[in-house]
Every structure is written in structure tokens, then in C-alpha cells.
């Protein structure tokens, strides 16, 4: 099912090299050999076998790839930065060349940096790679080797959770990052990796249902070869036909998205054929359908309209008549093209006098893209999911009114399209046209559409909602760009109520938090030179509210002892005073204010806890809320109700499953009524089998009354279950 990549023997590797690479290159090859045996002689894998095989492997992917020799050297040398002391990049650079030492740099994760979390150090190592990518892309093919024997041993990992963890990012990162390259060879073996260790339950599964059909699935094959092999010959072309079948992550997407079972999906075979010509390809093309039904809607052409990974194909989907009475696809390339589906880039890769191939520097300008949006996405985590959403996604494939192609991420809007031709365009669009009809500007574009961008010289430019319309980072940049050139006092403005309502949000106080010396390390790290740069950044989009907040809060604990009440004065017997209701625990006259938590919403008669909080007095939560739970130990204070307790009424949130009926609503909201209860909100919703799910948010006056209204609840007609629930 997938290239046979294996950890060569030196003299093999060295032979492998000679054979593709032209000159003396073999002989930095085998030095690099002999180093990293030499750094890694006292280093064993986690399986117990010797260092030296994981580099090997690393190399060996590389000369299977035909790159040139400082790049499988690197691959040789790639752990040696990181794992060994004694080596620097000085020594690199002396034992080799600069472009080496540079190669092995860029793949050098950034585990020995300190970062906040794991997110942050994750983001900031693939951050460093695109960094490097983009002014090598050789890197990346150095990683991606990396990570396939790396996943290859997982299984000797002691930990299921990091196994787990490990599976999750190379399907997040690694594998789309391969498709986006064309690497097949590797993305498709790296997907089905991950799936071993992500859902081992589905993939075993997965692999009993696969080999209970491999006779069946292997007959089918050699009957559609048999037959298309025979009219290729009466046509006297030149060609190679093999069969396969789908890799079991391909199978399992389409079982979890499309929610099929294993006995619904047919088109488990692909056929490939491969000839001499483009002229070929259609030939054969030709051929296919004339034996077989096409199934509509399922022919691509990817040869007039290659993807923007340089892959090249006919792909059609057939279904075989009376031998073959299911769907089966058929895919037609030449033999350059076929190296190019399974290699991408790396088939690619050359060096001229001149530098690099001017046709590849045009189609890895995607790399440059992501750096440059990059630079202004400072939150850890929306890096890593702008990455997924911007270049791991399918493609459509979109018409300019003069007829041109252009490729896009699938669920990109006339917006992105409109970025994606000029920022000018973008910046004056007023509204957009899909087939000759105008449409909102939010509208996803599909395939095969015809898209006219309508611009005015008059128009006011982007509004920050346009983030929320865009779909790809390169829009969401230029976005980015002209709200922080053009409305720095409206992005100020706006900033700053953002992070005054996350604040609020949070419990603390604007003021308290919003001090220079607390941004001093947002600024430091992102080369700001005022504090107000911090919320014009908010304000355009650059940073969230929730990022700014968090780090200063956290800078906030660092140089501000807790807030907490003094202790009790044991020598004094003054009565507690209550406030609002409330008496805090081991206080007296504290002038405190106090105020109910919405998150959780407690009644008199509830447990409840009190939390200390910023600006804001002391918020009272029931006790079991889950906000409570995870708050800071020492801002808790024991609470409890007064004796005569709070007065009013308070907002309860409950939920109400039922059997939708006619009427249902009337006679709950009627019998609510007649207990005297008011209702403040409700929302509903029904499912296919026609169950009822009803929110209310009730106006109440104690524990009591609300456990006597759901008791009498559970006893209408039609009424499954009623419950309390958090929030009001």
C-alpha cells in the first residue's frame, strides 16, 4: 500500500546517492554517516535498538526522494543539534558547510526554550519551520521523514496519552502538511499511523473488516486489469496498470463524515494507469468510459487544472456493468506526473546555476503567505487552527470573469476571492456576483464557480466583521493591515472596550490589571512600543481580548499578593453582619460587596461557596459550580445564607424533555402560571423523532420552591424529564 522506505545500509545509501546525485556529494554523505554515529554512540531508541537507525531511516526516505546530498547529510545530522552537548552550530558549520548547519536548524524543535504551556511551544516550533520553509523548503522534507519513523516507533512510547497526544499532531500538522507538498508517499501512510493510536478500537476494526475482503478485492482487481489491459493493447499504447486499495484513513473518513457503513462504501479499489503523454491520458480516458458507465458528477481534471501541490491526474469514477456491479476509480497520469503525485515538491527539486527553479519559487509562494500572516497572529492556539483551516483544507476550484482558473481552500467567500486577486480589490469590494447573480459577501464558494468582484472607488474599506466573513489568513491579513493603518483612534477605542468587557468577564478590573509594567511582556514579545499598541492590536483583529487579559492577569498574580479578606479577630464575639442576604464565614463588618454568580445562578436554600474577586467584591456560586472548581483555592470563602435570607426573586435555568404534541408549550407555560411562577426566557427544539427539548429561565424565591416545581413538572403528560441547569 505504500512506498517501501526503510533504513539502508551506508554502502546502499552511498550507491542510492551516486546513482541521482552527479560529483563528490557521496563523500559529505558518508561523513555526516560516521558523525552522527559518532554523537549518537550512547544514545538507544525507546525500542532498544541503537540511535543511529532513526537517522539512518531519516536518510534513507531522503534518497528515495532524490535530494541532493546536503540535504540527506542534514536528515543524517537533524537530532544531533538538539540531543548532543558537544554539538554547536559553529561545529556544523566547520564539520560541513553553513547550508547544512542551517538545514539541521531549521528542523531543531524548541523543547529547550521556555514557553508557557505545550500549545505555545507546539505553535512556536511549526512556527520556526514555516519560518524556515520559506527560505528552504527542504526543511520540511528533512521533518516530515522525521515524524514518519517517529510514528513508525510510537508503539514503544510508555504513555497512551502521549502516544495519543504525538497521533492527534502529526494528523493536525504533519499529514495535511505533506498533502499541501503532494508528498502522498508519506501523508497517506503518516493519516494511517495516527488513526492507530487516535481511535485503536476503529482502526482494528477497520483492519478486520479490510481483510475479510481482500480475496473478493483483489479478484475485482485483476478483472478490471485484465479487461482494460486487453483494449490498451488493441490500441498499441505503452503503459503500466496496477490496482490498490484505499488506505484505511481514507476508508474511515468517509465512514465518520458521510456516516456510512463499511458495507456501503464500494469504491474501496482505485486503478492506475501510466503513459507516455497528456495525449495519452485522454486516450485512455476515452477508452475507460467507452468500457465502463461513468458515474456523474465524479470525473476531475486535474492535468488542464492542476492543484496548487503540482499534482497532476484524470480522475474518473466508473461502475464496471455485470462483473462489476459497484463503483470503482480510475486514475490516468503520465509517468513524470505519477513521480510528482507521490514525491510533490521534493520530485521538484533542483538547482541551477542561478539559484533556485524560478517554476518552483512560484508555486511554494503559499509558504511566504504563511509567514506573513503569521507574523501578526499572536495567540498559540490561532495559529495552529488558521494553519489547519487556511492550508489543510480541500480545494474548489473558481472562474475570474475572463475565463481564468483560481484555486481556493474550501469554504472560502467572495471576500477571500476578492483578497486573493489584490488588496485593492478586497479593500473597495461592495458586493460580489456568483453566475451572474449577486449575493451576500458571506456566501461559500463551490467548484466550477464563476465569481465577479463589484468595487467602488468610494467605498469606506474593511470593518473588523470582515474577519469573521473571511475564511483564509492571507484575507484576514489584509484585513489586518488596513484596520491598523487607517483607524488606529476607532481600533483604540474598540480595543479598549474588548478588554475591559473580558475583564469583566473575568472577575478582575480593568484598572488594575491595565498597568505598564504589567504589558511590558506582550510588548517585549512582540516588539510594541506603547500599551495602546495592545488594544489598537485588540481593536483590529491582531490579538484577542481573551490572550490579553490572560497574560495580564497572570502578570498581575506575579507582583500582587491575593486578595483576601484579613483574618478574624479570634478575641472579639462580634455577630456577623449579613450583606445582601449573605454572611461571610469568620468576618464581621467587612464593607464588601456582594453579588450573585449568573454562571450558576444560586436560590436561598442552595449550598453555596463565596470567591474573592477583583474589583468586584465576592461573587457567590453553588458550591458544585464548575467555575468554582477550577478557581484559585485561596479567593474561596465559606458563605452562607442569613437567617431571613436575601429578598426578591432570583433566575433559575431549567430543562424540559418531552414528546413534542400540539399544544405541548400552552399547557406548561399555563400550568407555570397557575403556580405563580413567571417566566423570563425560553427556547426550543425538536429532533427528527420528534423530541421535544424546552430551556426556561424562571423567576423564583427559594430552593424550595424550585425542586416543588420541577417535582409537579415530571408529572405532566408527555413530560420524559426535567432538570435544573447552570445559567440563566
Not at 616 to 625: E, F, Q, T
Request: aromatic content about 8%; glycine content about 6%; some cysteine.
Amino acid at each position: 500500500m505504500y512506498t517501501a522506505f526503510e533504513a539502508l545500509p551506508l554502502d546502499q545509501m552511498l550507491a542510492r546517492v551516486q546513482k541521482y546525485y552527479p560529483g563528490d556529494g557521496y563523500l559529505m554523505v558518508e561523513k555526516a554517516y560516521h558523525f552522527a554515529e559518532k554523537a549518537h554512540a550512547d544514545q538507544k531508541r525507546n525500542s532498544g535498538e541503537p540511535y543511529i537507525i532513526h537517522p539512518a531511516f531519516v536518510a534513507s526516505v531522503l534518497t528515495e526522494l532524490m535530494l541532493d546530498a546536503p540535504t540527506v547529510a542534514a536528515g543524517l545530522l537533524h537530532d544531533t543539534l538538539e540531543d548532543v552537548d558537544w554539538v554547536t552550530m559553529d561545529v556544523l558549520r566547520e564539520e560541513f558547510s553553513e547550508e547544512v548547519a542551517q538545514l539541521v536548524d531549521g528542523v531543531t524543535k524548541l523543547n529547550k526554550l521556555d514557553f508557557a504551556d505545550r500549545e505555545e511551544a507546539q505553535a512556536e516550533s511549526v512556527r520556526k519551520m514555516i519560518l524556515a520553509m520559506s527560505r528552504d523548503i527542504r526543511v520540511v522534507l528533512i521533518k516530515l521523514a522525521d515524524r514518519l519513523h517517529n510514528m513508525r516507533t510510537l508503539k514503544y512510547k510508555p504513555d497512551p496519552e502521549r502516544q495519543r497526544a504525538i497521533a492527534q499532531e502529526t494528523l493536525d500538522i504533519y499529514a495535511p502538511l505533506a498533502h499541501r507538498l503532494g508528498v502522498y508517499a508519506i501523508k497517506q501512510e503518516l493519516e494511517d499511523l495516527s488513526l492507530r493510536y487516535i481511535d485503536p478500537e476503529g482502526y482494528q476494526r477497520l483492519v478486520g473488516l479490510v481483510g475479510m475482503r481482500r480475496q473478493e478485492r483483489e479478484e475485482n482487481i485483476r478483472i478490471v486489469i485484465g479487461e482494460l489491459s486487453e483494449r490498451l493493447d488493441q490500441e498499441g499504447l505503452h503503459y503500466d496498470i496496477d490496482g490498490r486499495s484505499k488506505h484505511f484513513y481514507s476508508i474511515y473518513r468517509k465512514m465518520v463524515l458521510q456516516h456510512k457503513s463499511f458495507d456501503q462504501i464500494y469504491d474501496l479499489i482505485a486503478i492506475r494507469v501510466l503513459v507516455d503523454t497528456e495525449a495519452d491520458c485522454y486516450h485512455v480516458l476515452g477508452i475507460v468510459h467507452a468500457l465502463w458507465n461513468q458515474v456523474p458528477g465524479r470525473f476531475k481534471d486535474y492535468i488542464s487544472n492542476p492543484k496548487a501541490n503540482m499534482y497532476r491526474s484524470l480522475h474518473t469514477t466508473v461502475v464496471g456493468g455485470r462483473k462489476m456491479p459497484f463503483p470503482f476509480e480510475v486514475q490516468i497520469r503520465t509517468w513524470e506526473m505519477h513521480r510528482v503525485a507521490e514525491y510533490g515538491i521534493a520530485a521538484h527539486w533542483r538547482y541551477k546555476e542561478g539559484g533556485k527553479d524560478s517554476d518552483l519559487d512560484r508555486r511554494l509562494y503559499w509558504v511566504r503567505q504563511i509567514l506573513d500572516w503569521s507574523k501578526d497572529t499572536r495567540d498559540s492556539q490561532e495559529f495552529i487552527d488558521t494553519l489547519r483551516t487556511d492550508l489543510f483544507t480541500d480545494e474548489v476550484f473558481l472562474f475570474t470573469p475572463k475565463g481564468d482558473v483560481k484555486s481556493m481552500p474550501k469554504g472560502a467567500t467572495p471576500l477571500d476571492f476578492a483578497y486573493a486577486i489584490h488588496s485593492g480589490v478586497g479593500n473597495r469590494c461592495v458586493g460580489a456576483k456568483i453566475n451572474g447573480r449577486i449575493v451576500p459577501l458571506d456566501t461559500e464558494l463551490a467548484t466550477g464557480d464563476r465569481v465577479e468582484i463589484m468595487t467602488s472607488p468610494s467605498a469606506k474599506g474593511p470593518s473588523i466583521d470582515w474577519l469573521r466573513i473571511c475564511h483564509t489568513a492571507q484575507a484576514k491579513n489584509k484585513i489586518r493591515q488596513f484596520l491598523k493603518k487607517e483607524r488606529r483612534e476607532e481600533n483604540l477605542e474598540l480595543g479598549r472596550s474588548m478588554v475591559e468587557h473580558e475583564c469583566k468577564r473575568r472577575g478582575c478590573a480593568f484598572s488594575d490589571v491595565y498597568k505598564p509594567e504589567y504589558c511590558e511582556s506582550i510588548m517585549r514579545k512582540y516588539g510594541l512600543q506603547d500599551p495602546d499598541d495592545i488594544l489598537a492590536a485588540v481593536g483590529y483583529g491582531g490579538m484577542t481580548a481573551a490572550y490579553v487579559v490572560g497574560k495580564l492577569m497572570d502578570e498581575f498574580r506575579a507582583h500582587e499578593p491575593p486578595a483576601v479578606p484579613p483574618p478574624p479577630d479570634e478575641s472579639r464575639d462580634v455577630p456577623r453582619k449579613p450583606i445582601n442576604g449573605i454572611i461571610l464565614q469568620g468576618n464581621t463588618n467587612i464593607n464588601v460587596a456582594v453579588n450573585f454568580a449568573r454562571c450558576c445562578n444560586p436560590v436561598p436554600g442552595d449550598d453555596i461557596i463565596g470567591y474573592i474577586t477583583r474589583g468586584r467584591g465576592v461573587s457567590i456560586h453553588k458550591a458544585n459550580c464548575a467555575n468554582i472548581r477550577h478557581a484559585e483555592p485561596e479567593r474561596r470563602v465559606p458563605v452562607s445564607w442569613a437567617e431571613n435570607g436575601p429578598t426578591g426573586t432570583f433566575c433559575v435555568a431549567i430543562k424540559i424533555l418531552a414528546n413534542d404534541r400540539v399544544g405541548l408549550m400552552a399547557d406548561i407555560t399555563s400550568f407555570l402560571a397557575g403556580m405563580g411562577v413567571s417566566i423570563r426566557n425560553i427556547s426550543t427544539s425538536v429532533n427528527a423523532r420528534r423530541d421535544a427539548n424546552i430551556r426556561l429561565v424562571l423567576e423564583v424565591r427559594s430552593r424550595e420552591q424550585v425542586d416543588t416545581v420541577l417535582r409537579q413538572l415530571s408529572r405532566q403528560p408527555d413530560v420524559m424529564d426535567v432538570f435544573r441547569v447552570s445559567g440563566g
